[in-house]
């Protein structure tokens, strides 16, 4: 959910990009995996199956690739979150990616889930072009959720209450695209900039997933304006919105939209 600082500069909310860790088992059951017609789409672009996965947290797309076939290293700058990945079978080096050390290394797609917005965007445009083979692929994705209004009108009421003087735009959630629209357009602007690529392709992908309500107040907490809070706070924000989905019978079916940024390495002439 953006704020003022992250529609602006999220990679400089460091604190808020590395407290996902704190309930690293929870976000690995709660968060949802990635389209497979994407995952298929970037394997099937890039030259050859090795990936680099940025900011890849505990695995979720690092697995998928993994089942595609493809051979998959994780960079992953919080140690509690890689040791997940790690112990599900993802081999992960911890690090920033603008800080990380190829050594040499070369890989033909790298790949950020949720995650490239963590990256700085000049820094992290120029070293993917650095560490992809000739046609390599660059694909930045990110889900986008809608939330049925009586949940989001619940959470956004009880949130500006507890935390007011929070910089959160909890009016995001009421038209979800349009607010992370900046963030997409940047990210293609920097991959512009940044020497190698071709112009960035915008791929979308619109799906559906049912959640009970035990379900989704599990998820909740994972949110990064969440992970912070207090308990009582936390606590509170999930009796709220539990209730909000007790009135539509238990549980609602949530609408995704999956957006990836992608580009080509381009080829030496």
């Not at 609602?252 to 957006?259: A, E, G, P």
Request: charge should be negative.
């Amino acid at each position: 959910m953006p704020t003022s600082t992250s529609r602006q500069e999220p990679h400089r909310a460091r604190q808020m990009a590395e407290s996902f860790g704190v309930d690293a088992e929870r976000y690995d059951r709660t968060r949802p995996a990635y389209p497979d017609a994407l995952v298929r789409r970037i394997v099937a672009a890039a030259p050859g199956p090795d990936v680099l996965d940025v900011g890849c947290g505990t695995g979720t797309a690092a697995r998928q690739f993994q089942q595609a076939g493809c051979r998959v290293l994780g960079v992953e700058p919080d140690a509690r979150m890689a040791d997940v990945a790690r112990r599900t079978g993802v081999d992960v080096e911890v690090a920033t990616f603008e800080a990380w050390d190829p050594a040499g290394r070369t890989f033909d797609a790298v790949v950020a889930g949720t995650a490239w917005h963590w990256v700085d965007p000049v820094v992290g445009a120029a070293k993917a072009a650095q560490v992809l083979r000739p046609g390599g692929l660059l694909a930045a994705f990110w889900h986008v959720f809608r939330l049925p209004p009586e949940v989001a009108d619940a959470f956004a009421a009880v949130y500006r209450r507890l935390v007011p003087d929070s910089p959160v735009d909890v009016e995001a959630q009421k038209a979800p695209l349009d607010r992370y629209e900046p963030m997409f357009a940047k990210a293609a602007d920097q991959i512009r900039q940044a020497d190698g690529f071709g112009d960035p392709e915008r791929w979308r992908y619109e799906w559906e997933k049912p959640y009970t309500r035990d379900e989704w107040l599990d998820q909740l907490p994972t949110s990064g304006i969440l992970t912070r809070l207090p308990q009582d706070q936390l606590t509170e924000i999930l009796d709220t919105v539990g209730a909000a989905i007790d009135t539509l019978g238990g549980g609602f079916t949530m609408s995704y939209t999956t957006v990836a940024i992608v580009a080509c390495r381009v080829r030496p002439a």
